[in-house]
T-cell receptor, first 111, second 114 residues
Framework: QEKVQQSPESLIVPEGAMSSLNCTFS?????SIWWYQQHPGKGPEALI?????GNKKEGRLTVYLNRASLHVSLHIRDSQPSDSAVYLC???????????FGGGTRLTVRP | EAGVTQSPRYAVLQEGQAVSFWCDPI?????LYWYQQPRDQGPQLLVY????????NSQLPSDRFSAVRPKGTNSTLKIQSAKQGDTATYLC????????????FGPGTRLTVL
């Protein structure tokens, strides 16, 4: 069964800094890795996904995937107080339909 | 386009009581998921449907939990006899098809079992 672990559990950065979040997964055959953002009292919302080894950039977000080391990272450039939320990493199973989530990283951006 | 809607938003029960959660997915999304999210943890998949068919309910505590999606649109998740350990937020999500498509989540139902 797929296992997804995230680190750190909590991260505090000043406004304008780079935020870096990490995730490891157990199955190198996982089809894709997703990052979701969850604000208090709300459901998770997808931010970015990556299928292929390497990196993908969308706006202030960059994701790096290394299947050999089963590691993916999310970097948020120029972090803003509105980025404060829980960030969830999730891996798709081989069939693509099931998502296995990690425990989340709580990001706080101080003004 | 309306998002995924869920009701009720909150529920408070005594142990042993029953409760039902209702989900209306995004129109045209044929895959529907139910997740359980304990406080300060990530969502854990309970069951998912493609149209009206259950595809995987292996993580559903079958003796007390049940889920249906009779017409392939709305869905209901029911807990027959709630326990304190069921305290969590129950999230519903839908996706356009199964595969590598984004899952869209509703706001969840926060359940407290006393």
């Amino acid at each position: 069964q797929e296992k997804v672990q995230q680190s750190p559990e909590s991260l505090i950065v000043p406004e304008g800094a780079m935020s870096s979040l990490n995730c490891t997964f157990s199955n190198s055959a996982s089809q894709s890795i997703w990052w979701y953002q969850q604000h208090p009292g709300k459901g998770p919302e997808a931010l970015i996904s990556i299928f292929s080894n390497g990196n993908k950039k969308e706006g202030r977000l960059t994701v790096y995937l290394n299947r050999a080391s089963l590691h993916v990272s999310l970097h948020i450039r120029d972090s803003q107080p509105s980025d404060s939320a829980v960030y969830l990493c999730a891996a798709n199973n081989n069939a693509g339909a099931k998502l296995t989530f990690g425990g989340g990283t709580r990001l706080t951006v101080r003004p | 386009e309306a998002g995924v809607t869920q009701s009720p938003r909150y529920a408070v029960l005594q142990e042993g009581q029953a409760v039902s959660f209702w989900c209306d997915p995004i129109s045209g999304h044929d895959t529907l998921y139910w997740y359980q999210q304990p406080r300060d943890q990530g969502p854990q998949l309970l069951v998912y449907f493609r149209d009206e068919a259950v595809i995987d309910n292996s993580q559903l505590p079958s003796d007390r939990f049940s889920a249906v999606r009779p017409k392939g649109t709305n869905s209901t998740l029911k807990i027959q006899s709630a326990k304190q350990g069921d305290t969590a937020t129950y999230l519903c999500a839908s996706s356009r098809d199964w595969g590598h498509y984004e899952q869209y989540f509703g706001p969840g139902t926060r359940l407290t079992v006393l």
